[in-house]
């Protein structure tokens, strides 16, 4: 059986895409922990706005001819909406990292004064249960 060259190529993106998605992983792995705020809000807000602006420049830009005259809806809908999404993504996680604050792990508790028990003296009675007679 003869492989296509197209199979080859999509074989070795989706190789590589996988790779490159397990290292990301890997390294984001041992982060601070940071809760979402208000970084991150306004980050997300940002770049859904910037990201916004910028799939509809790219999806209304045909040309200098032809500028703002869409042949095909479909292209500037899927420009813009991959715009807002990645600017949401991209922003928030721009925002929550730059200036989200970490959260520090509590101290150890301190450790307490233990009284060394010394063993009573040979031959002494304790206070212990002993059977009755």
Same mark, same amino acid.
């Given at each position: 059986?003869? +492989?296509?060259?197209?199979?080859?190529?999509?074989?070795?993106?989706?190789?590589?895409?996988?790779?490159?998605? $397990?290292?990301?992983?890997?390294?984001?792995?041992?982060?601070?922990?940071?809760?979402? &705020?208000?970084?991150?809000? @306004?980050?997300? $807000?940002?770049?859904?706005?910037?990201?916004?602006? +910028?799939?509809? &420049?790219? /999806?209304?830009?045909? /040309? +200098?001819?032809? #500028? #703002?005259?869409?042949?095909?809806?479909?292209?500037?809908?899927? $420009?813009?909406?991959? @715009?807002?999404? @990645?600017?949401?993504?991209? &922003? /928030?996680?721009?925002?929550?990292?730059? #200036?989200?604050?970490?959260?520090?792990?509590?101290?150890?508790?301190?450790?307490?004064? $233990?009284?060394?028990?010394?063993?009573?003296?040979? /031959?002494?009675?304790?206070?212990?249960?002993?059977?009755?007679?």
């Amino acid at each position: 059986m003869k +492989l296509r060259s197209g199979s080859l190529c999509s074989a070795a993106s989706v190789t590589l895409a996988a790779l490159v998605c $397990a290292v990301t992983v890997m390294g984001c792995a041992n982060q601070p922990r940071r809760p979402l &705020g208000m970084c991150a809000i @306004g980050g997300a $807000a940002v770049g859904t706005i910037v990201g916004g602006a +910028l799939g509809i &420049g790219i /999806g209304g830009y045909k /040309g +200098l001819d032809n #500028c #703002c005259h869409q042949d095909n809806e479909t292209e500037a809908v899927i $420009a813009d909406t991959t @715009g807002v999404a @990645g600017g949401f993504l991209l &922003g /928030g996680i721009i925002g929550h990292y730059a #200036c989200d604050p970490v959260v520090e792990a509590p101290p150890p508790p301190p450790a307490s004064a $233990a009284v060394p028990t010394t063993p009573p003296p040979a /031959g002494a009675v304790t206070a212990s249960k002993t059977p009755s007679q």
